[in-house]
């Protein structure tokens, strides 16, 4: 049977379609932004080990930023290129994960956001391949932004709403603009709110709504029914770092990497997804990366037999090199990697993506010892891909 794509699947798989003449123009909106002068803010700590390892791969330089990617970022642009320590306005501070930089506000806004790369696009605002993140504008007091450069396209205004899962910030045409505010002050309604409420994008990505009339209505939750079908991925910054890479090799799965992601989070990824869609028919488990000593080997016995026996599980084994890792967290990560063998060894219709193997003979894909180089990425996602194919025959 072939997978069953979901409302958030179709979406995702309407909007890769519909966007690439967008993502052209995307492309042509990043390297046409302005940059201004601006005195720069150094970066004077010294970072984690994990950065410094990077930074002693990488350089101080990201050369394969143009200067307008750079200021979107808020990143200070030089001589030699995109700066990965340095912002561009005085106060702002760099975040220094290797091949994620961007800069922070003095008041922790952000200058880019992990959104999955098709929303983003369908959200009419850049994505930057480099850094894997999603242009976002780090000026949070005014609701809306008009001709902003965080917009793509003829959706120029920049709408301020949340930048939360589902209640992302967007981009609209200017006519779409001044509906939306005619609607907020007829209704009495704050802005973001009617803008959240009158977006299809973001009504696709909340569970048990419908967008009806112009509007995303909450309908009733009722248990979801049917055979299990497509695939649900659920990972940490690899999975995220990776997600253009394995959506196009697989655009029907739901890709639900988030950075930072800790391993307790797995039964609550899975029991979410399974409250608002019938069981997948392939679990794809890509979380252990970032480790915590109360997670055991039952646990995640105990997160598989959440969806049928006879669904399909695909670990992920997570790595971390001995280099630019705390000792302890590298070993309860090669845990992880045994338990997960064993499970697949134990548990019918139960595989492997051996990652952990692959970055052990192949430490080049690594940038810094637990995160991919962009050429990684590829590699990750063929990886799972493979996998995945290698288990529809177990």
């Known amino acids: 049977m072939s997978p069953r794509p979901t409302a958030l699947h179709a979406a995702l798989r309407s909007a ?3 966007l ?17 002068a601006a005195t720069v803010q150094a970066y004077t700590g010294t970072g984690t080990e994990q950065e410094r390892v990077a930074r002693a791969t990488l350089g101080d330089v990201d050369e394969r930023l143009g200067a307008r990617a750079c200021a979107l970022l808020g990143r200070a642009f ?30 922790g806004a952000s200058y880019g956001r992990a959104i999955d790369f098709r929303v983003c696009r369908a959200l009419h605002r850049p994505w930057i391949a480099e850094v894997n993140l999603c242009i976002s504008n780090p000026a949070r007091a005014s609701v809306v932004v008009p001709m902003a450069r965080q917009c793509v396209g003829a959706a120029e205004d920049y709408v301020v709403i949340r930048e939360r899962q589902a209640r992302w910030d967007e981009c609209v045409t200017p006519a779409r603009r001044r509906q939306l505010e005619r609607i907020a002050d007829e209704s009495g309604t704050p802005l973001r709110v009617v803008a959240a409420q009158r977006s299809r994008t973001l009504c696709a990505l909340r569970a048990h709504t419908s967008y009806d009339d112009g509007v995303c209505r909450t309908v009733r939750a009722t248990p979801p029914e049917g055979e299990p079908a497509g695939t649900l991925l659920v ?10 890479e394995l959506a196009r090799l697989r655009p029907r799965w739901t890709l639900d990497g988030v950075p930072g992601r800790r391993v307790t989070q797995l039964k609550v990824r899975i029991r979410d997804y399974l409250a608002a869609h019938v069981a997948p028919s392939t ?3 890509a979380l252990g990366t970032n480790t915590t000593t109360s997670w055991t080997q039952q646990d995640y016995v105990d997160a598989t037999a959440l969806v049928p026996e006879a669904t399909r599980v695909l670990f992920v084994t997570p790595f971390r090199a001995e280099v630019g890792n705390d000792p302890a967290s590298v070993r309860r990560v090669d845990s ?11 548990r019918p219709h139960t595989c492997l993506a051996d990652w952990h193997g692959l970055a052990q003979e192949q430490p080049d894909v690594l940038v810094d010892g637990t995160h ?15 996998g995945w194919d290698a288990c529809q025959a177990v």
């Open 78 to 107: 030089t001589d030699q290129g995109c700066s990965r320590t340095t912002c561009a306005r005085p106060g702002d501070k760099p975040r220094l994960n290797a091949n994620a930089e961007m800069c922070l506000t003095p008041s």
């Open 283 to 285: 679990l794809v488990v």
């Open 235 to 244: 990972g940490d910054s690899l999975s995220w770092r990776a997600t253009d």
């Open 16 to 18: 890769v379609l519909a």
């Open 372 to 386: 991919q180089t962009p050429e990684g990425e590829g590699v990750w996602a063929q990886l799972v891909s493979d």
């Open 336 to 346: 992880y990697d045994g338990w997960m063998r064993e499970i697949a060894a134990s």
């Open 20 to 36: 690439v003449a967008a993502a052209v123009t995307m492309l042509v909106v990043v390297a046409g932004v302005t940059t201004q």
